[in-house]
């Protein structure tokens, strides 16, 4: 009779101590799922291209700044070639040297040399614009 009392107790035990790793494995599992930290990595993603506007009144923003790495993407409303200094031969910086854009087109430069550089349309060289690389 005794025996069995401590049979029941020690079973007992055992399944309470069972149960409670299987709730502290549940809350790890809640605790691991924030959403919180994927959503964080996406925005850095979201500032790493930089968007300009390019068209009849030149460039927009006109001075650009970037990390090495980043992506500038050239938005035409008009025909516009986006190309580095000095016009005609742009070979100050082949990285900014974009195809000729039509309305309504795009180009997208991947910029990886640091320093300052001078861009301009190659359709009217008087419309200018920087692009600074860090
Ligand atoms: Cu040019």
Redesign the pocket.
Known sequence: MALSVVALVIVAGVVAYLLSQNRSETAVVETGAPTAAPTGSASPEASDIVTVRVGADGFEPDRITVKSGEEIVFVASSEF?V?SEP??V?TSNSELNMPPLQAGQTARATVTKKGTFGI?N?ND?SQKATVVVE
Do not use: K, Q
């Open positions: 070639e190309a016009h005609p742009h301009h190659h060289s």
